[in-house]
């Protein structure tokens, strides 16, 4: 069965996105600000938060660029404005990170101190590792100027994950909290630079929280997985963490069982909610994440939409 769902992810690729998207639907919000805006209004309404994510990345033309920057912008006020109870995801890359980090600073930094303005915060995501030193850098200048205002992404698959939050904790954050989400990663990356087998990941993912615990980080646990949810309860009562300084993060669309089960523990819950036109790679992504997933694609095509 393994070998049957990677095979069609892998076809998924070649077929029209009119059919990834009886999969992506559940997953994603909407094309649309108005959509995200929605779906956020719902969730809060449930007593979840939310972290919106306009979807792409890699970017490198300077007029997408713009037009992302005035998105996010747009976005933020609309938030605001509805008075919703959500952060904001950013991939830096949409900025062109790669290209011109200087310039990718100034687009993030226009972003942080707009969501600064009305005490908002905003989450730098981390992507591969060509990535991950330019943006714990660029973590690092944002956090100096808006210490109670951004925070970023470590992935636990990552060999270099411990070391990274060693580092971080000699870098002097301006008076805030440091403030980071550990999750497992998705990246196809080298067996020298990541972890492959599960129980190692999810290792390094309980090691790497254990010792943000111990610095006394705000932590942002993401994760579906029910062993690491357990294993994050244990450490939280070895190390008395407070419900106040770590909080849980869950993709939309995704165990709503486990959700509520962690819910009614009394910790908070953030749901990441992405939208926009690029959803057909962040959704082929989650899909080479979790094979799994498959059945539900197979299954919609017989139930009516």
């Known amino acids: 069965m393994k070998l049957f769902n990677n095979l069609i992810v892998e076809i998924l690729q070649y077929l029209p996105k009119s059919f990834v998207w009886i999969f992506s639907k559940r997953y994603i919000a909407g094309n649309t600000l108005e959509d995200a805006l929605r779906v956020t209004k719902n969730l809060n309404d449930q007593g979840i938060k939310t972290t919106i994510d306009l979807l792409g990345e890699f970017i490198t033309s300077n007029e997408k660029i713009r037009n992302h920057q005035a998105e996010y912008i747009r976005l933020i006020e609309n938030a605001i404005h509805a008075g919703l109870d959500n952060s ?15 310039m990718c600073y100034r687009h993030m930094r226009d972003l942080v101190a707009k969501a600064a303005s009305d005490n908002r915060f905003v989450r730098i995501d981390m992507e591969d590792t060509l990535c991950t030193d330019r943006e714990i850098e660029l973590y690092k200048q944002l956090l100096t100027e808006f210490p109670e205002h951004v925070g970023i992404v470590f992935q636990s698959y990552l060999r270099r994950t411990l070391n990274d939050i060693e580092e971080l904790d000699k870098f002097e954050a301006g008076g805030g909290r440091i403030n980071i989400r550990i999750c497992k990663g998705i990246y196809n990356e080298p067996p020298d630079l990541a972890y492959k087998k599960r129980n190692e990941i999810n290792d390094n993912f309980l090691a790497a929280l254990e010792l943000m615990f111990r610095k006394k980080y705000y932590v942002a646990i993401a994760t579906h997985d029910k062993t690491l949810i357990e ?7 070895k190390h008395h963490v407070g419900k106040a300084s770590c909080e849980f993060q869950m993709l939309y669309g995704v165990t709503p069982e486990l959700r509520k089960s962690v819910m009614s523990k009394g910790y908070t819950m953030r749901v990441y909610v992405p939208y926009g036109l690029d959803w057909f790679n962040y959704s082929l992504r989650r899909l080479k994440e979790n094979p799994r997933m498959v059945s539900y694609i197979i299954r919609a095509l017989f139930i009516r939409q």
């Open 88 to 102: 904001f995801s950013v991939k830096p890359t949409m900025f062109g990170l790669l290209q011109d980090e200087e």
């Open 231 to 237: 294993g994050a309860y244990r450490l939280i009562d």
